[in-house]
């Protein structure tokens, strides 16, 4: 991995400070796989945060709320925290701000979000998915986030991302790269899914039959493509193969 441009600042709750004396954009989302819908919220706040010259914040949490609200403890990730912040530098995000979310932090009202998290970062501009959500999805939605912004900041919502016709959503990219549809997934994600980790013993199978294999061991929760032969690019000390 790359030297990292983007700042990752590790929040709690209540946010206690702001990540910066300025006023900020702040795009709100899990971002899982940053596709291409997740792109062009990003562009899309980092061209506010340009014209305002102010700096862009992306707010992430270090789990998914499925696994809290849920109790998914199995949930399978398209990256790891410093997959998505290879991105999110090359997106141009300066800073990736990561809450814990616990259940305790999974139990506090819309207006305690809006006014422990979204103000104390001090946010110019928040920028979200039309379906963002930020507690019961019945209160906490894009629809109610004025009446509990209060005039504090200015909201943009972002509609629903398509491409030929299909949703582009974390879910079915997931699916997509379950069920071995490798150019699906690249389709929406915008970019190639990767896979990083360390050089591990395997069952020996390819060197029984002349042909050595490197076995990766994955990060754990990573989604795993379907079993299959796959043509794979890797990059080892600056050279690709």
Not at 129 to 134: E, L, P, R, V, W
Not at 148 to 170: A, E, L, W
Not at 176 to 186: E, P
């Amino acid at each position: 991995m790359k030297e990292l441009a983007v700042k990752i600042v590790h929040l709690t709750y209540p946010v206690k400070e702001n990540i910066l004396s300025t006023r900020i954009v702040l795009a709100l989302g899990f971002f899982d796989g940053v596709h291409l819908g997740h792109q062009r919220l990003i562009n899309q706040a980092k061209e506010i945060a340009l014209q305002k010259k102010l700096s862009l914040v992306v707010l992430t949490f270090d789990r998914h709320p499925k696994e809290v609200y849920e109790s998914k403890r199995d949930f399978k990730y398209l990256e790891t925290l410093e997959e998505k912040a290879n991105k999110m530098a090359e997106l141009g995000v300066d800073y990736l701000a990561v809450l814990p979310f616990t259940k305790n932090f999974s139990q506090i009202s819309a207006q305690e979000f809006v006014d422990n998290v979204i103000v104390r970062l001090n946010a110019d501009t928040v920028v979200a998915g039309f379906d963002y959500t930020y507690g019961s999805k019945n209160i906490a939605n894009m629809a109610n986030l004025p009446q509990f912004s209060k005039g504090r900041f200015n909201i943009v919502v972002m509609p629903k991302q398509t491409f030929n016709g299909r949703k582009i959503g974390s879910t079915e990219i997931r699916q997509a790269i379950k069920d071995g549809q490798m150019k699906l997934a690249t389709e929406l994600m915008g970019h190639h899914y990767v896979m990083s980790g360390i050089i591990g013993h395997g069952k020996r199978n390819g060197h029984k039959l002349g042909y050595p294999t490197a076995n990766l061991i994955w990060a754990e929760h990573k989604v795993i493509p379907k079993i299959g032969v796959y043509a794979t690019k890797t990059k080892v000390n600056g050279k690709w193969y």
